[in-house]
């Protein structure tokens, strides 16, 4: 299966991910607008690391007694407030933390089935669940995303034109064909024009199915080769 580009350097941060520096718009624990402070002081919103993930199984680590590192992390008493008694968000608490927060501003909520796919991105131990840095994670690349939205959304309307929307995909170093770019508009507009929500999940998919790829690509060939089950993993899971 070849793919026609993975955009940005091989080896450098995910697209879709908020530039070096990038304040977190809207986030809870924070002033609204301002950049939120991870650990040791440093802002979040910044370039992630390599590959763009969180440590395999998401949590934290710790010992028996000890506080958990994230404890002075300002999100940290937000994770806490929302997550379930298992220590992670599923679809429906993350939903309601993105409303409650005001994350989207004077756009429409997201919907159940994009907070689905946008733990499904983070999700590698497949338990439809978010722990703590994957919570953390997600916010930073939501960010970015809307960053990027709100360039093209000159008029604050929510949506963005077909163009726009190739515009977008473009600007975050996607490097998608014509032909894969015509099929995310069809699959994407509503009315002939994309919302915030459906842009997101765009997004979202763009991330998860260039990761999945890339990992395999060990060769940087830009082709690999699936077995079916393997496929239908990469393709369903989001």
């Not at 000890?66 to 937000?78: G, T």
């Not at 949506?159 to 998608?176: C, D, S």
Request: aromatic share 12%; hydrophobic share 35%.
């Amino acid at each position: 299966m070849a793919y026609p580009g993975y955009g940005g350097q091989y080896g450098g941060p995910m697209p879709g991910m908020p530039a070096q520096g990038m304040p977190m718009q809207g986030m809870p624990g924070g002033h609204m607008g301002g950049p939120m402070q991870g650990h040791m002081g440093v802002p979040m919103g910044g370039a992630p690391p390599q590959r763009g993930y969180a440590p395999y199984g998401g949590g934290y680590p710790g010992t028996y007694g000890a506080p958990p590192p994230a404890a002075n992390d300002p999100m940290w008493s937000y994770f806490t407030a929302i997550a379930g008694q298992d220590g992670e968000i599923d679809a429906e608490e993350l939903q309601r933390c993105l409303t409650q927060s005001g994350f989207t501003g004077s756009y429409s909520p997201f919907s159940l089935e994009t907070c689905r796919i946008m733990i499904a991105m983070l999700d590698r131990d497949f338990t439809g669940k978010m722990g703590f840095n994957e919570f953390k994670d997600l916010f930073a690349a939501l960010s970015g995303w809307k960053q990027n939205f709100m360039m093209f959304d000159q008029d604050r309307s929510g949506t963005v034109e077909p163009h726009e929307m190739t515009q977008a995909v473009n600007a975050m170093g996607y490097r998608v064909s014509p032909q894969g770019l015509n099929a995310i508009i069809k699959r994407y507009n509503k009315g002939g024009r994309i919302y915030f929500d459906d842009y997101v999940a765009c997004c979202v998919k763009l991330r998860a199915l260039t990761e999945n790829f890339r990992r395999r690509d060990t060769m940087h060939q830009g082709a690999v080769t699936f077995q079916y089950d393997d496929f239908i993993l990469c393709t369903m899971a989001i």
